[in-house]
């Protein structure tokens, strides 16, 4: 059973089909994990071999993937069975690819479609991938249209904010267990686990799946934003900068914390202090019709008085994901970004500052609302020491 009812699923199809009509577009031939979720609901762990949802301009979506996966469409998405199709095992072998039979699908279900959307920077729609859709399919034109579908899914409905909402409520579970558990001697990956476990089936009424993305380094290498954990064990005099979202339906909400054991030097609190005030000004700043680079720039005010410079972005549009991301790969909130903000806009706001002598992370995922930002966390956002 699809995640949301049929309902949710026309409303965003026609929406994908107005902007293909924009682009003048025939067919779409969707192949980012998110993107096949967004548009019929197909949500299963098959996207490393070829899979593609192929949506018409004139006619109804059709999903082709290995046959195995057949099952997971039928259980997965609001299509009828007569618009699944499955190739072998034999497409999987040297020499064959399945572009091969998801391009004879494009010929006998969509005969008409000349002017066809591929997403060229999909992470899973390889130089292999078009190649072979290409030279299968030598009298159509394929077109990037890379992130057609992801400026769609960027206004949310209410009913996928409900989702997001129970994504953060697991999220704060989680970071709380974490927080808590962190001692000297306790070692890093005993936390990560505590954290999964947490993100999984931390809440009485609802689990989470697996999440994308998770960070947790510790001491030297807090100054580095994306590494995760080692078996070493905390120690006191040590910082730990945790950043972790769960997955509700793939819908995640991050959220970032930093922790210290022992007491901690002038310099790291007084670098949260700035980042906490920098966070209030960025919130402050959200609201329909400001531009993202308003958020970005109310920030960069706060901390320029404090003699910091944050050169990269400061969040991003969230909302479905598939490793290897959780972000939409739409708005970012920074300076030359000049999007301007619509309710129901969810965005990821993280505040890292990370540098070899001090490091901070703090973070909130809020909904743009009619009266500014709604944050998904209700946790306590000073440095926690331990």
Known sequence: MATFQAFEYSRRIGAIKNAMADAQLDLLVVTSPPNMNYSVGYDAWSFYVPQAILLPLSGEPVWVGR????ECARHTTVLPDDALFGYDDSYLAKGRHGADYIADIVRATFPGARQIGVEMDAP???????ARLAAALPDRTLTDADTLINWVRLTKSHAEIDVMRQAGALTDIAMQRAIDAIEPGVRQSHIAGLIYEAL???HPDYCGDVPDFQTLPMGSRT????????DERFAAGSACTLELGANRFRYHAPLARTVHVGPPPTELIDLSHVVE?????????????????DVADAWNVVIARAGIEKPSRIGYSIGLGYPPDWGERTVSLIATDRTPLQP???FHLMLGIWGRASSYELSETFV???KGASCLSGLDRRLSVK
């Open 223 to 230: 100054s580095a934003p994306h590494l995760t954990w080692t």
């Open 67 to 70: 046959a195995i996966d057949l």
């Open 277 to 293: 005030e920098g966070l209030v000004a960025a919130l402050a700043a959200v609201r329909p019709g400001a531009l993202a680079s």
């Open 124 to 130: 899973f729609y390889t130089a292999q991938f078009h």
């Open 344 to 346: 129901n806009m969810v």
């Open 200 to 202: 999984i089936d931390g």
């Open 368 to 370: 743009v609302t009619a």
